[in-house]
């Protein structure tokens, strides 16, 4: 396997960041629709939305794998990352399903942070 770049690395190509971008939105509006849609529980629609999300990204990764343009070293960090992050995720809502009006508000201010975050970056695009 040769050294990846802008040229050969399935990272930088235009429409693997367009699928990025997509699979984000994707998931920032799939816990709130399965919210209201499905009258679910925040913590079930949360880990649905992660569920198909991961489901989504392991598909890519099985692709990209039989395809020779992975970066292994990359992957296990990722990996090691995301189960650290699940682990202590997983702790934190627990915690805080004893408290549901402590989830809902930490989740709102989530989604207004981001939704401020994405203002301010695109004001110009506004004007």
């Known amino acids: ?8 690395n399935p990272i930088w190509s235009y429409d693997r ?17 399965l919210l209201v849609t499905t009258n679910m529980a925040i913590v079930e629609a949360i880990g649905t939305s992660l569920f198909s999300v991961g489901t989504f990204g392991l598909t890519t990764a099985l692709n990209y794998s039989l395809s020779g343009m992975v970066n292994w070293f990359v992957v296990l960090a990722l990996v090691c990352g995301g189960l650290i992050g699940g682990i202590f995720g997983a702790k934190v809502a627990k915690c805080l399903s004893k408290q549901r009006q402590a989830l809902n508000n930490i989740f709102s201010a989530v989604v207004r942070i981001v939704a401020i975050y994405m203002i301010i970056k695109n004001v110009d695009a506004l004007n």
């Open 1 to 8: 396997m040769g050294k990846f770049n802008k040229k050969n």
């Open 17 to 33: 960041v367009g699928i990025w971008i997509l699979a984000l939105a994707a998931d920032s509006w799939l816990s709130p629709s």
